[in-house]
């Protein structure tokens, strides 16, 4: 075989029928990064606002009152999981029990319903992240959102080949104000949160894909965008792993 006359696909499609052949999470057996079994425990986020996916309990309704009040910033959200069970679980891993292994699986379900989303779009030019305030990635050694942010475009570098998004090296945005985890604050003190947390500096590409893991009120989301729309940026994708339903507060 002349591996020189082999695309970046090709040759990524031999290495994993020889290499990859155990589950990631169970260690089963199987041709992909997590089996079956596996895949279908992470729970779906099947009924979702058609703008914000949101989750939504009643069926009928495909835009969220959020969205008709305040039509959000961004063109398209891909947000496949709510943020429960093994998704959860795996998240929380990461964030605080040093589980960086965790990232691999997770980032790779995104990319396949990435793959179900851009499949007859234009993929974004660079993929900028949301950050950590430096203070928060001292004390946690490493920011989480960097590190699934660079385990994506490797994993899309190996389908797309150049066509991939690139990884903004460093990231335009960055955490000026140190604020408190948005877990802990009530929904309403989320939505007062000030807006200057974030600032842009750098190159920013006419189509973005901002990257969060998780994503709550969408506050964070819009702002940042926002900041990268002034910045020049024309079409904002949002691409998070999870999506919190709203809290009775
Ligand atoms: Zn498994
Ligand atoms: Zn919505």
Not at 17 to 44: D, I, M, P
Request: with cysteine.
């Amino acid at each position: 075989m002349d591996w020189k006359k082999l695309s970046t696909t090709k040759i990524n499609k031999v290495y994993c029928g020889l290499f990859l052949t155990r589950c990631y999470l169970c260690n089963a057996s199987c041709q992909s990064t997590l089996c079956k079994h596996c895949e279908a425990g992470f729970v779906s986020n099947k009924h979702h606002c058609q703008r914000c996916k949101r989750p939504m309990t009643n069926q009928k309704d495909t835009i969220c009152l959020h969205c008709t009040l305040f039509p959000p910033p961004y063109k398209a959200c891909i947000a496949p999981f709510r943020f429960e069970g093994i998704t959860k679980t795996l998240i929380h891993h990461i964030k605080f029990h040093q589980g960086n292994h965790y990232i691999r699986p997770l980032t790779y379900l995104l990319s396949q319903h990435l793959h179900q989303h851009y499949e007859n779009r234009a993929w974004p030019e660079q993929l900028i992240y949301i950050p950590s305030h430096p203070k928060r990635i001292k004390e946690r050694g490493f920011c989480q959102t960097r590190t699934m942010s660079a385990q994506l475009i490797k994993q899309l570098r190996q389908t797309l080949g150049d066509h991939s998004p690139t990884l903004a090296v460093p990231n335009p945005l960055s955490k000026i104000q140190h604020s408190q985890a948005q877990h802990s604050l009530s929904r309403t003190h989320r939505l007062d949160a000030p807006q200057s947390v974030y600032s842009v500096q750098g190159r920013v590409a006419k189509h973005v894909a901002l990257f969060d893991d998780v994503m709550t009120t969408g506050s964070t989301i819009e702002n940042a965008t926002r900041l990268l729309q002034q910045a020049g940026a024309e079409q904002v994708d949002v691409w998070v792993i999870a999506r919190t339903a709203d809290k009775q507060d």
